[in-house]
């Protein structure tokens, strides 16, 4: 038997460590409206749908379907972007808090590599350094979309890189 979407709540909420009334504080609605969609008496708002995923960790597939679509694709000629309508986003949580965050359009990466220049937010940081941008849009280009690169390193460290 498939779970409901009260279970998928109650199962991620409990998975991060936050009480029904941690979570309907974040999502400014009352603890009963958690406990309700819990308990499948209602559904919460389509309106709370990002965020409650966001909270909870999961995409918002996961949280209504419990399946997730691939985080990562490859897509046929047909079917892609123009790549310098793309946006190359590098996510960086560092195991002593800093955090990192870089939105570039793909443009600005392809011109920027064709002239030579380096990315300070990726060579200068210790969690990047072994990243090569050139691969990564090679691989925009032969159609990848989504994330690309995911990695945890042995001192906490997280890094995201996708393309959007």
Not at 4 to 24: F, M, N
């Amino acid at each position: 038997m498939s779970k409901t979407l009260g279970t998928r709540i109650a199962e991620y909420r409990r998975a991060k460590g936050i009480t029904q009334e941690e979570l309907a504080e974040r999502l400014n609605v009352s603890p009963q409206a958690v406990s309700k969609w819990e308990n499948d008496v209602c559904c919460p708002d389509i309106m709370l749908l990002p965020k409650l995923a966001e909270i909870l960790g999961v995409s918002i597939d996961i949280l209504l379907t419990d399946k997730a679509e691939p985080e990562t694709r490859v897509l046929p000629e047909e079917k892609r972007k123009n790549i310098d309508e793309m946006t190359l986003r590098i996510i960086v949580n560092s195991g002593e808090g800093d955090k990192v965050r870089v939105n570039l359009p793909m443009a600005l990466v392809k011109a920027g590599l064709e002239l030579g220049m380096q990315m300070p937010q990726v060579s200068g940081n210790d969690a990047l350094k072994n990243i090569d941008i050139k691969k990564i849009l090679e691989l925009v280009e032969r159609g990848a979309y989504g994330k690309l690169i995911e990695v945890e390193s042995a001192d906490g460290d997280i890094v995201d890189i996708s393309v959007e």
